[in-house]
């Protein structure tokens, strides 16, 4: 499966943005997706994943702010963020466990 990550972009504190990863395959067989986000001079750190069967887990950090959804029917994950923080700036990936990478897309939250 190939990924393709889009919708970052520049926002300001306390606004939201809505990121999109299309997958190349159907996804209602990919058991669980995810993203993750990487900021300069730090890991790659989980921010939520999505189980096939709508479980959800977040990172506290984003926990009552960011919000995961799949739509089986267009291939695609969804991030929806809202009440960004400029702690919440980075590149973010989305991921099929445990090797598959989208090529990330930029968020920039200013202050």
């Known amino acids: 499966v190939q990924l393709q990550a889009s919708g970052g972009g520049l926002v300001q504190a306390g606004g939201s943005l809505r990121l999109s990863c299309a997958a190349s395959?159907?996804?209602?067989?990919?058991?669980?997706m995810g993203w993750y986000r990487q900021a300069p001079g730090k890991q790659r750190e989980l921010v939520a994943r999505?189980?096939?069967?709508?479980?959800?887990i977040y990172a506290d950090s984003v926990k009552g702010r960011f919000t995961i959804s799949r739509d089986n029917a267009k291939n695609t994950v969804y991030l929806r963020m809202n009440s960004l923080k400029p702690e919440d700036t980075a590149v973010y990936y989305c991921n099929v466990p445990p090797t598959v990478w989208g090529q990330g897309t930029q968020v920039t939250v200013s202050s």
């Open positions: 999505i189980f096939s069967g709508g479980t959800t």
């Open positions: 395959q159907r996804i209602s067989s990919i058991n669980v």
